[in-house]
């Protein structure tokens, strides 16, 4: 136990600070370019607008494949990828761009299925009044899609959280590596243990922020 509180005390602190800047990060960048792609494959397979089929088809399979690695294989083809961007790929910004790359497809099919729940009367309501794409996006889409997308940002949080921990085992920081150099390579269950309730915790007070704003943004 005196061992177990020891390894916390010198580590803990910054394999959390490791595991929140590689989930930021990579949140921020799947969260904006997803949305934006997510936006993109609605749009061109909805026939209010201007549908492209065979453009959709060739996003929407890139997007399939990438989503059909496991994140395991993922990270480890794409570790001269992040050497090339982040210049280590052993360190937490070298993970950023793995857990980037598999939150990007990811979020935006979150966001394609968000936006093909608006109900599709408002938006002919909106087009009848000679609205254009983007006021409908503005006025109508994205306000009537937020409570949705809200639910997305936090499963794809909490997704990258696991993944994060998983970009650990390689060596690039955060609690996943805390666990597996200490919990298990030491045989320190109680490091182990730890690492664990904690993440459960993270997770639970994400999942209740998240479920309060999007009931929140929710339209009765």
């Given amino acids: ?22 989930v930021l990060v990579s949140s921020i960048i799947g969260i904006i370019f997803g949305t934006l792609i997510g936006l ?4 061109y397979s909805n026939q209010l607008f201007t549908p492209r089929p065979v453009l959709n088809s060739i996003v929407g399979f890139i997007i399939n494949a990438t989503r059909s690695l496991p994140f395991l294989i ?21 993970g950023a761009v793995s857990l980037s790359v598999a939150a990007v497809p990811f979020f935006a099919r979150i966001a394609q299925s968000a936006f093909a729940e608006v109900n599709q009367g408002v938006i002919e309501a909106g087009q009848a009044t000679g609205a254009g794409f983007w006021l409908i996006f503005q006025d109508v889409l994205f306000p009537e899609a937020l409570p949705a997308l809200i639910r997305g ?16 085992t390689i060596g690039a920081g955060g609690v996943g590596n805390l666990a597996i150099q200490y919990g298990y390579n030491r045989y320190e269950t109680g490091v182990l243990i730890s690492v664990i309730v904690i993440l459960v915790v993270i997770v639970q007070i994400i999942q209740w922020i998240g479920d309060r704003l999007a009931n929140h943004y929710t339209r009765s």
């Fill in 1 to 22: 136990m005196t061992e177990t509180l020891h390894i916390l005390q010198e580590n803990l602190g910054q394999a959390l600070w490791e595991t929140f800047e590689m």
């Fill in 74 to 94: 993922l990270m480890v083809v794409l570790i001269p990828f992040a050497k090339l961007i982040a210049g280590d790929p052993y360190t937490p910004m070298g």
């Fill in 153 to 168: 940002i936090i499963l794809t949080i909490i997704s990258l959280i696991g993944y994060s921990a998983m970009v650990g």
């Fill in 40 to 43: 993109a494959l609605y749009y």
